[in-house]
């Protein structure tokens, strides 16, 4: 199986139209083309070994990929099926930044699941790297969602991630997604054209929004992971850093009500975290002060996430401490930072500090 290169995907006035059809039909060769070091793989092999043997022989676990074009609702479904939230929404598309992975922890199974970046033509060094995360997430999972909105016409993106997926070892399993914001006769409509899209093993309707069939999702994800021990520690839901954690639900706050094109220049890095002194006779955890940069690329955008005297940001630290005092059970007080840092997309330095 191989994947097309950014330069590929750069050509042409639309690569999801003009990019030629191919015949992919060696999985293996794309798994032996990406970094020993990294991806789902990798993963399995470190905890092999470190999680408790005594489970049952039927006890099944793996590794699942969600993917799809940008703002498909690939984030809003992995917290539905993690059972909370682990990944930031938004309805700006390219909203997920890195490979987030959440864990379902079922009664004989567990899924580890993978949101990747939503797959697009890249217009910057940053849009290449999520592009190739998507890649190597795919080269070494065990089954794949693959998201189409229900409120949306199945279109050449899709039918571009569809060819890409045709050589995959792994099980897909089709998603129309956001079904709850459709009338059924035009959901019947949408699952023919899914059904058209592709040989796919399974076509499933959900709603992560209202929870319906997000069950019966899991349950045909179980059957099609390998016999296995758990790879996570059973009351494990991500393995994402606190530091990550943090940075990502204030870009959520900042990414709401904003410009399109804002998302792209919008990046967050957790600074320090301090705890205050307790008190005297205080028996409850001590506030935490965070120190958190916002990087954006022009002055234009730091006045529009500053606002007028400041409004817009106070509204920003107000709705991201919600978040992350639910996140980190304790009260906490951001120092929010706006800061400008012309075409960091394009740096690979840069990209580098802030974990891309």
């Known amino acids: 199986m191989r994947f097309p290169s950014d330069d590929e995907l750069m050509d042409g006035p639309n690569a999801f139209v003009d990019f030629e059809d191919e015949v992919f039909t060696d999985a293996a060769s794309i798994e032996n083309s990406f970094d020993e070091e990294s991806g789902p793989a990798k993963s399995r092999e470190q905890n092999a070994g470190l999680i408790d043997a005594g489970y049952d022989e039927n006890f099944r676990a793996g590794f699942v990929a969600i993917v799809g074009r940008p703002n498909v609702g690939k984030s809003t479904l992995t917290n539905a099926l993690v059972g909370q939230k682990i990944a930031i929404t938004s309805m700006r598309p390219e909203t997920t930044r890195h490979a987030v992975r959440g864990v379902v922890q079922g009664e004989d199974y567990q899924l580890v699941l993978v949101d990747t970046p939503g797959y697009h033509r890249p217009r910057t060094l940053l849009g290449q790297r999520l592009n190739s995360e998507v890649r190597e997430t795919l080269s070494s999972v065990d089954a794949i969602l693959f998201c189409l909105p229900a409120d949306q016409t199945v279109g050449p993106g899709d039918d571009f991630i569809a060819r890409q997926l045709r050589g995959t070892k792994a099980p897909i399993i089709a998603v129309a997604t956001k079904t709850d914001t459709v009338s059924d006769e035009r959901l019947m409509k949408h699952l023919l054209d899914i059904d058209k899209l592709?040989?796919?093993?399974?076509?499933?309707?959900?709603?992560?929004?209202?929870?319906?069939?997000?069950?019966?999702?899991?349950?045909?994800?179980?059957?099609?992971?390998?016999?296995?021990?758990?790879?996570?520690?059973?009351?494990?839901?991500?393995?994402?850093?606190?530091?990550?954690?943090?940075?990502?639900?204030?870009?959520e706050a900042a990414l709401e009500g904003v410009r399109e094109e804002l998302p792209h220049s919008l990046a967050v890095q957790v600074e320090e975290i301090i705890e205050r002194p307790k008190k005297p006779g205080q028996n409850y955890p001590p506030m935490l002060d965070i120190h958190v940069n916002l990087f954006v690329e022009r002055d234009s955008q730091k006045a529009i996430i500053i606002g007028k005297g400041g409004s817009r940001l106070k509204h920003v630290g107000m709705r991201?401490?919600?978040?992350?005092?639910?996140?980190?059970?304790?009260?906490?007080?951001?120092?929010?930072?706006?800061r400008t840092l012309k075409d960091w997309q394009k740096d690979p330095k840069m990209l580098g500090r802030l974990g891309f």
């Open 320 to 338: 991201a401490r919600r978040g992350i005092e639910e996140y980190l059970g304790r009260r906490v007080y951001l120092h929010l930072h706006v």
């Open 198 to 251: 592709g040989d796919w093993d399974e076509i499933i309707p959900v709603s992560a929004i209202k929870g319906l069939q997000v069950d019966r999702l899991k349950e045909l994800l179980a059957r099609r992971m390998p016999l296995s021990s758990p790879l996570y520690p059973r009351d494990m839901v991500t393995d994402e850093s606190r530091d990550v954690m943090i940075a990502e639900l204030i870009r």
